[in-house]
């Protein structure tokens, strides 16, 4: 998957994640969930879009490990919609597995720009 089309993989998914918070209930519980998701969700990829945007490798795999925090975050708080009842998990199941992939895209990514960082400085000595 080239730039391009993670940029949109990840903006269809902060999409999806609005969707979902606007389905939850009116509860006080659903809000502040619902808060948090909408926030880490619609991060991960503002914070992709800033890492193509880096100037360096380094500032590169650092960026990119935010946006990996903010998938994995989407993830858990997808969980915790359904551990609490708050939609149903057929509701959830689809968009939970699309965190867990971003997630491991993203960390997949960060390993390797930070591995051939490390091979760099390493022939440079």
């Given amino acids: 998957m080239n730039e391009t089309e993670f940029k949109a993989r990840t903006k269809e998914f902060a999409l999806r994640v609005l969707k979902l918070v606007d389905a939850l209930p009116r509860k006080r519980s659903a809000d502040v969930i ?36 903010e998938a994995d975050e989407s993830a858990w708080w997808l969980e915790l919609i359904g551990d609490h009842g708050l939609l149903s998990t057929e509701r959830i199941t689809d968009l939970h597995d699309e965190a867990v992939e971003i997630t491991r895209m993203l960390a997949s990514s960060r390993i390797t720009v930070r591995a051939n960082l490390a091979a760099e400085k390493q022939s440079l000595r």
Avoid at 38 to 61: D, I, L, P, Q, W
């Fill in 34 to 69: 619902g808060g948090q998701l909408g926030r880490a969700g619609t991060s991960v990829g503002a914070n992709y879009r800033a890492a193509c945007r880096a100037r360096s490798k380094a500032e590169f795999a650092a960026k990119l490990g935010i946006a990996e925090e």
